[in-house]
């Protein structure tokens, strides 16, 4: 499934929002404040859904128990088996 570009249009659709609404009602220290954090969280998403759409965040399986792990864990949670 291929997010990135509607993660993206949704990001850029906000963050062209919040300019309109602050230059229409002004920006002071915390409107910017608030806009930073804003964009952050938004360009954290783009990386999060360009991952998904890699399959760099799905679990893997252990070839012992078949219990699923992560792609980065050095062990087996379940069985404690080196992977």
């Known amino acids: 499934m291929k997010m990135t570009p509607g993660v ?3 990001v850029a659709l906000g963050v062209v929002a919040m300019i309109l609404l602050g230059l229409g009602l002004g920006f002071d220290v915390a409107a910017l404040i608030i806009f ?3 964009v952050g969280a938004g ?3 783009i990386a999060a859904a360009r991952m998904a759409s890699r399959g760099s965040v799905s679990p893997g399986e252990c070839p012992r ?3 699923l792990v992560s792609p980065h864990s ?3 949670k379940h069985c ?3 992977l």
């Open 74 to 76: 050095p062990h087996c």
């Open 43 to 45: 360009l954290l998403a």
């Open 80 to 82: 404690l088996a080196p």
């Open 65 to 67: 128990c078949g219990g």
């Open 8 to 10: 993206v249009a949704i």
């Open 36 to 38: 930073a954090l804003a």
